[in-house]
């Protein structure tokens, strides 16, 4: 199984990113998938989560307003659209996916099973 995380760069303040995860080797369509982030000498945080559906989402306070979870079950793929991107948005995005279908889970990382590899942003002030 390989969640594999992509569309993260640099931009300015205020500027959008769009990140994406696909997944491979098994289908999550079921599944609850997450986006975590760390920072330089920070531990790994919680950004978001989606259910399996898609209707259910959730998100840290600090990201409310500003960014948006979604999924397609069909390409085993869920995204992160980041707008108002501020510089304390820097980090290593992780996206993370948990394995029992239909679990619901804390926002937590060690609640979640599989891992992506991590895509870079840097938000410049």
């Known amino acids: 199984v390989q969640l594999q995380a992509s569309g993260g760069g640099l931009v300015q303040a205020g500027g959008s990113l769009r990140l994406s995860c696909v997944a491979s080797?098994?289908?999550?369509?079921?599944?609850?998938m997450g986006w975590f982030r760390q920072a330089p000498g920070k531990e790994r945080e919680f950004v978001t989560s989606?259910?399996?559906?898609?209707?259910?989402?959730y998100y840290a306070d600090s990201v409310k307003g500003r960014f948006t979870i979604s999924r397609d079950n069909a390409k085993n793929t869920v995204y992160l659209q980041m707008n108002s991107l501020k510089p304390g948005d820097t980090a290593v995005y992780y996206c993370?996916?948990?394995?029992?279908?239909?679990?619901?889970?804390?926002?937590?990382?060690?609640?979640?099973?599989?891992w992506g590899q991590g895509t870079q942003v840097t938000v410049s002030s």
């Open positions: 080797g098994r289908t999550f369509a079921l599944n609850t």
């Open positions: 989606i259910n399996w559906s898609g209707a259910g989402t």
């Open positions: 993370a996916a948990v394995a029992v279908d239909y679990k619901r889970v804390r926002p937590v990382p060690n609640e979640y099973d599989y």
